[in-house]
């Protein structure tokens, strides 16, 4: 060591407390088996008997999808003509802001409800202008059926059911209940009228006492003759859900399916969004919105979800 060099002071350690470090190891355990038990009291954990990962399915190859996709082929201009009629709609749709600068309108750029939703959603109240248009999950969709009560259909009531909505969706409903759809009393699902519109967006998850067993088992089979009915986030007959969406564990488009390979009750496929998204030649009529400046910014890929049916 060199002349006047210090030293440097011995740095003390603390010494290992076993007992302290058991401790210390308890009290994450615990910390983590209240989170747990936490969880299970609020119904966020499922148990299952054996492990499982959820995979996306290759529908591509299977003969019930590709004999369903013949079907939806031979139907192209059934919805090709539907876009068409529609048309007489576009020019006050085109008043729609690309991003609304108050929260109650609709907008074009939003990641909920995408844009040939939107379209149908607001030409089908248009169209149809039915006495009640009821919605399971509020949003945009609440958004964009108020504007089309607002510019085609001002005697139309809307109904809001969604126990967790947007604050902002209050307002602009004329009747809401703030209750899960599976506590809503029977009564209310008797007074549905071929008048009516119903469209159905909720927890998506096939549950014993859940709100997609409830409607596929006890509501849509009691529906009336010819009242129009729509169910979001349905990607059949393409393809599953998609591979980002995994950890959701959605299944109501296996209902969805299962209900149509058993002929659907003679419900009428009236537009299937996702099919009409994903092929030009078919949503062909929609062109004069996707060049309008509010529209065309926001549009990026062409998308819809919601599945619109006819009872039969």
Same mark, same amino acid.
């Given at each position: 060591?060199?002349?006047?060099?210090?030293?440097?002071?011995?740095?003390?350690?603390?010494?290992?407390?076993?007992?302290?470090?058991?401790?210390?190891?308890?009290?994450?355990?615990?910390?983590?088996?209240?989170?747990?038990?936490?969880?299970?009291?609020?119904?966020?954990?499922?148990?299952?008997?054996?492990?499982?990962?959820?995979?996306?399915?290759?529908?591509?190859?299977?003969?019930?999808?590709?004999?369903?996709?013949?079907?939806?082929?031979?139907?192209?201009?059934?919805?090709? /003509?539907?876009?068409? @009629? #529609? +048309? &007489?709609?576009?020019? =006050?749709?085109?008043?729609?802001?690309d991003?609304? *600068?108050?929260?109650?309108?609709?907008?074009?750029?939003?990641p909920?409800?995408?844009?040939?939703?939107?379209?149908?959603?607001?030409?089908?109240?248009?169209?149809?202008?039915?006495?009640?248009?009821?919605?399971?999950?509020?949003?945009?969709?609440?958004?964009?059926?108020? /504007?089309?009560?607002? @510019? #085609? +259909? &001002?005697?139309?009531? =809307?109904?809001?059911?969604?126990?967790?909505?947007? *604050?902002?969706i209050?307002?602009?409903?004329?009747?809401?209940?703030?209750?899960?759809?599976q506590?809503v009393?029977?009564?209310?699902?008797?007074?549905?009228?071929?008048?009516?519109?119903?469209?159905?967006?909720?927890?998506?998850?096939?549950?014993?006492?859940?709100?997609?067993?409830?409607?596929?088992?006890?509501?849509?089979?009691?529906?009336?003759?010819?009242?129009?009915?729509?169910?979001? *986030?349905?990607?059949?007959?393409?393809?599953?859900?998609?591979?980002?969406?995994?950890?959701?564990?959605?299944?109501?488009?296996?209902?969805?399916?299962?209900?149509?390979?058993?002929?659907?009750?003679?419900?009428?496929?009236?537009?299937?969004?996702?099919?009409?998204?994903?092929?030009?030649?078919?949503?062909?009529?929609?062109q004069?919105?996707?060049?309008?400046?509010?529209?065309?910014?926001?549009?990026g890929?062409?998308?819809?979800?919601?599945?619109?049916?006819?009872?039969?």
């Amino acid at each position: 060591m060199e002349d006047g060099e210090q030293v440097p002071a011995k740095i003390a350690e603390e010494p290992y407390d076993e007992v302290k470090a058991v401790r210390a190891e308890l009290d994450t355990a615990y910390r983590f088996i209240d989170g747990i038990t936490a969880k299970i009291k609020e119904g966020k954990i499922v148990e299952f008997e054996y492990g499982h990962l959820t995979k996306k399915r290759n529908y591509a190859n299977l003969p019930n999808i590709k004999r369903d996709l013949e079907w939806f082929e031979g139907h192209e201009q059934k919805y090709f /003509r539907m876009l068409l @009629d #529609f +048309s &007489p709609y576009f020019s =006050l749709a085109m008043e729609i802001e690309d991003q609304a *600068d108050i929260s109650t309108n609709p907008s074009w750029r939003n990641p909920w409800f995408p844009f040939v939703d939107a379209i149908s959603t607001y030409c089908l109240i248009a169209a149809n202008k039915p006495k009640r248009y009821i919605e399971v999950g509020s949003g945009f969709s609440t958004k964009f059926a108020r /504007r089309a009560i607002k @510019d #085609f +259909s &001002p005697d139309t009531k =809307l109904i809001s059911i969604d126990p967790y909505p947007r *604050d902002e969706i209050n307002e602009i409903c004329d009747e809401v209940m703030r209750f899960p759809f599976q506590d809503v009393d029977r009564s209310f699902f008797d007074g549905f009228t071929a008048d009516d519109i119903f469209f159905f967006d909720s927890s998506h998850r096939v549950d014993q006492g859940g709100d997609v067993a409830v409607f596929f088992g006890e509501i849509l089979p009691n529906l009336p003759k010819g009242m129009l009915y729509g169910i979001h *986030d349905i990607f059949y007959p393409d393809e599953d859900y998609p591979e980002s969406w995994l950890p959701r564990h959605y299944s109501e488009q296996y209902m969805l399916m299962a209900y149509l390979s058993g002929g659907g009750g003679g419900d009428e496929i009236v537009f299937p969004a996702y099919y009409v998204s994903q092929r030009p030649r078919v949503y062909e009529p929609l062109q004069p919105l996707l060049q309008h400046d509010n529209i065309k910014p926001a549009t990026g890929r062409i998308l819809g979800q919601s599945f619109w049916m006819r009872k039969g």
